[in-house]
Antibody, heavy 120, light 110 residues
Framework: QLHLQESGPGLVKPSETLSLICSVSGDSIRTTDYYWGWIRQPPDEGLELIGAIRYSGDTYYNPSLRSRVTMSVDTSKNQFSLVLRSVTAADTAVYYC????????????WGQGTLVTVSS | QSVLTQPPSVSAAPGQKVTISCSGSSSNIENTYVSWYQQLPGTAPKLLIYENNKRPSGIPDRFSGSKSGTSATLGITGLQTGDEADYYCGTWDFSLRTDVFGTGTKVTVL
């Protein structure tokens, strides 16, 4: 059974860089059938895609975040990662990693999520 | 601001039926698949419906999905207290070239 787990700092200072890792177990990240995505949810708000990446390096990002986001894949560790630069309080959210079926527009399963707070 | 619009809330008594609409456009819903997610309080979203009307293993047939034109609908019959959650639609937007989610709907069982 596929399982995803987010890890990273829970507190980041304004203007600094947020870095998260998603560890995948139960299947290989090396598949062309799926993308690996990051989705966030600010407190009491809805879901927002950050971006998604395939193991080959093919990526797409939310246009509103593209200039600050980098995603990468480490096939040797079966992990993928998120870097979000120049964070502000508006980046405070629960960050979820998840798997996306290519061309069919669905995300499953999801990690449990990790709360990242941007504050000095 | 989301490109997919959902009603903020719907409610009904136990055993009754609710429907949740997801309104989009020709840049998204009309020309691709829609999925639905259930988010119980304090938990991660869970896939409820995929490819417009398919249910993953383990999802009861009380949940159904449909699509017509630029809108999609989630139906829940035989409403139970355990169905109280936030529900989101999602799809791909060809103009934005990214995935988009609906504004979310809170289901309350009276």
């Amino acid at each position: 059974q596929l399982h995803l787990q987010e890890s990273g700092p829970g507190l980041v200072k304004p203007s600094e860089t947020l870095s998260l890792i998603c560890s995948v177990s139960g299947d290989s990240i090396r598949t062309t059938d799926y993308y690996w995505g990051w989705i966030r949810q600010p407190p009491d708000e809805g879901l927002e895609l950050i971006g998604a990446i395939r193991y080959s390096g093919d990526t797409y990002y939310n246009p509103s975040l593209r200039s600050r986001v980098t995603m990468s894949v480490d096939t040797s560790k079966n992990q993928f990662s998120l870097v979000l630069r120049s964070v502000t309080a508006a980046d405070t959210a629960v960050y979820y990693c998840t798997r996306r079926r290519a061309n069919l527009n669905w995300y499953d399963p999801w990690g449990q999520g990790t709360l990242v707070t941007v504050s000095s | 601001q989301s490109v997919l619009t959902q009603p903020p809330s719907v409610s009904a008594a136990p055993g009754q039926k609710v429907t949740i609409s997801c309104s989009g456009s020709s840049s998204n819903i009309e020309n691709t698949y829609v999925s639905w997610y259930q988010q119980l309080p304090g938990t991660a979203p869970k896939l409820l419906i995929y490819e417009n009307n398919k249910r993953p293993s383990g999802i009861p047939d009380r949940f159904s999905g449909s699509k017509s034109g630029t809108s999609a609908t989630l139906g829940i019959t035989g409403l139970q207290t355990g169905d109280e959650a936030d529900y989101y639609c999602g799809t791909w937007d060809f103009s934005l070239r990214t995935d988009v989610f609906g504004t979310g709907t809170k289901v309350t069982v009276l």
